[in-house]
């Protein structure tokens, strides 16, 4: 089997990327487990990255779930040192839980390694799942009866917020990833939890075999997640195309819709319209569930009398045939405080830049805090004609002098000091891509009539 040759993985970035061709130098991040695959992967971005001026950084994240996991990371760190390729280790730090322990772990390390490409400015993260790992995911799939868009795989590429997460091997089997590593006399670790059969995935890797006997092998797998996922991509299109043309979406974290519009797609885009606008606004790692979402749907065709909350939102008919989406505010929410470490994640909505040299405190705004806005006497009429639910889940930041200010609310902050200096910026960022486009038209369209 023969390794993967320059121009050949060339083509795999472009198809995963078209516009890394074009990128001036930039930072970029390989999450690398020390297995085969990622090995391979990250040499081969190391060459890319050295011959067109670009910096690759290496992480690796220690999961601390094994007594050797450290001494594996310190490994894979000296590797990457002895290529001349710059490394880290992150470490997942407190309690594991009891269940569902591997996908606990993927989440993590997909956490840590995309605050990480964020706070060091990197353009994208580049992961190595391979062609049995969408196969893997496609089997499990469809034991679990998914929908159209699950049965689409894994994505090449996807944005996490605002960190273009590319996986370029997808199309490429493993035997040809260790061939590569062979070939360079690169070493790599075989993780023991790859055949603890405790795990689903474990057990899917098992059966492979039985299932290519009845023609579902690899590479017919992977053909199926491609039509899935052309059919994927036409709907999120046509939804981002909705959204530009049916809605307002405003860059402080809340949509209002012609909900005769929305009622007159068909429901099953209509079922993927509100669910990702739901966990776009309401800050979700995953949509609402189904047979919440059906009862959600049934209560639009009835007319949405009162206002309903799901998926962290409140959704409710206001006039002209509107409906808004907005954040719901919590009863009990605690602040988070800011560092100047770069960019980070605030209430799975929000991408935050502090750059003061004291740390502050990002919350809602809530009622309290609309309250001492109010005190200051300052002219809102602008911002207090938003309704009081979306002024409540609005972001504030409260510094160590206790002065508070709302970015959002720009005529009613009590300090000017944060943005006038520079220190602070915060920007709306949907983790949904296609409703993440639709907001980002949607800027661009007002930016260009404010012009």
Not at 84 to 105: C, M
Not at 118 to 129: K, P
Not at 370 to 396: D, F, Q, V
Request: aromatic share 6%.
């Amino acid at each position: 089997m023969k390794p993967v040759s320059d121009s050949e993985f060339e083509a795999l970035l472009k198809d995963a990327d078209p516009a890394l061709a074009s990128a001036g130098p930039s930072v970029f991040i390989a999450g690398v487990s020390g297995g085969a695959d990622s090995m391979a992967l990250c040499m081969m971005l190391a060459r890319w990255c050295s011959a067109r001026g670009h910096r690759l950084v290496a992480v690796t994240v220690d999961h601390a779930l094994r007594a050797d996991s450290a001494a594996e990371a310190r490994r894979v760190s000296g590797w990457s040192a002895a290529r001349g390729i710059e490394h880290e280790i992150l470490t997942w730090r407190g309690v594991k839980p009891a269940a569902g322990l591997q996908a606990a772990a993927r989440s993590a390390r997909f956490a840590l390694l995309t605050d990480h490409a964020l706070s060091v400015g990197a353009q994208a993260l580049f992961l190595a799942h391979h062609m049995q790992d969408q196969a893997e995911t496609m089997a499990m799939r469809l034991a679990r009866g998914s929908g159209p868009d699950g049965l689409a795989g894994i994505r090449t590429r996807q944005m996490r917020g605002g960190i273009a997460v590319l996986r370029p091997l997808l199309n490429l089997p493993p035997v040809r990833l260790r061939a590569h590593c062979l070939a360079e006399a690169q070493a790599w670790v075989e993780d023991p939890s790859n055949r603890d059969r405790r795990f689903e995935r474990v057990r899917v890797r098992q059966g492979a075999q039985g299932m290519a006997e009845v023609g579902l092998d690899a590479r017919q797998l992977n053909r199926l997640a491609r039509v899935f996922g052309r059919l994927r991509d036409w709907s999120e299109s046509r939804l981002a195309g909705f959204l530009t043309e049916f809605a307002d979406l405003d860059p402080r974290g809340f949509a209002v819709l012609d909900l005769s519009a929305a009622l007159n797609l068909p429901l099953p885009l209509r079922a993927k319209l509100f669910s990702g606008l739901l966990q776009s606004i309401g800050g979700l790692d995953y949509p609402p569930r189904a047979e919440r979402m059906k009862r959600f749907l049934r209560r639009l065709d009835d007319g949405v009398g009162d206002p309903v909350t799901l998926g962290g939102c409140l959704v409710w008919r206001g006039r002209a045939d509107r409906l808004w989406i907005a954040r719901e505010t919590p009863r009990e929410t605690g602040p988070e405080m800011l560092r100047s470490q770069g960019v980070s994640r605030w209430d799975g909505r929000f991408d935050v830049t502090w750059s003061g040299a004291q740390p502050a405190w990002i919350h809602m705004l809530e009622r309290r805090g609309e309250r001492r806005l109010r005190l200051t006497g300052a002219a809102a009429k602008a911002s207090m004609s938003l309704p009081a639910g979306i002024r409540a889940s609005l972001p504030a930041v409260t510094d160590l002098d206790g002065r508070l200010f709302a970015p959002h609310l720009s005529d009613t902050w009590t300090s000017r000091r944060p943005l006038e200096a520079g220190l602070f910026h915060i920007e709306f960022r949907p983790a949904v891509p296609w409703v993440a486009d639709a907001f980002r038209a949607s800027r661009d369209d007002r930016a260009a009539t404010t012009d």
